[in-house]
Nanobody, 124 residues
Framework: QVQLVESGGDSVQAGGSLRLSCEVS????????MGWFRQRPGKERAGVAA???????IYAQSLKGRLTISKDNAKSTLYLQIDSLKPEDTAMYYCAANPSISSTPLDKSVYNYWGQGTQVTVSS
């Protein structure tokens, strides 16, 4: 059974950093396309970063430079480092897995498996 469990969300001051974690089980994440998404209040869920099975990373253009997606295969854990946090980064963050190759890795519709989310709140 595929499971993704996020953690690491917190309430922080603007300018700070957070590292979100997504522990995966039930599949070999090294063969999957993995992504991080966020859903801001009143907005649709949107892709922020993806890690392809070949190791290539993809970032949402508006967030590029502040995000780092990475994976520790030994720990079966996907990470998202967010730096220089802003109040507009306040959102529920989700990780997701896609067992196939997609040309649109930041599109939520290509992902089959989702975690329950972890809340990030940034105050000014």
């Amino acid at each position: 059974q595929v499971q993704l469990v996020e953690s690491g969300g917190d309430s922080v001051q603007a300018g700070g950093s957070l590292r979100l974690s997504c522990e995966v089980s039930g599949f070999s994440s090294s063969r999957y396309q993995m992504g991080w998404f966020r859903q801001r209040p009143g907005k649709e869920r949107a892709g922020v970063a993806a890690l392809l099975s070949n190791g290539r990373t993809i970032y949402a253009q508006s967030l590029k430079g502040r995000l780092t997606i990475s994976k520790d295969n030994a720990k079966s854990t996907l990470y998202l480092q967010i730096d220089s946090l802003k109040p507009e980064d306040t959102a529920m963050y989700y990780c997701a897995a896609n067992p196939s190759i997609s040309s649109t890795p930041l599109d939520k519709s290509v992902y089959n498996y989702w975690g329950q989310g972890t809340q990030v709140t940034v105050s000014s």
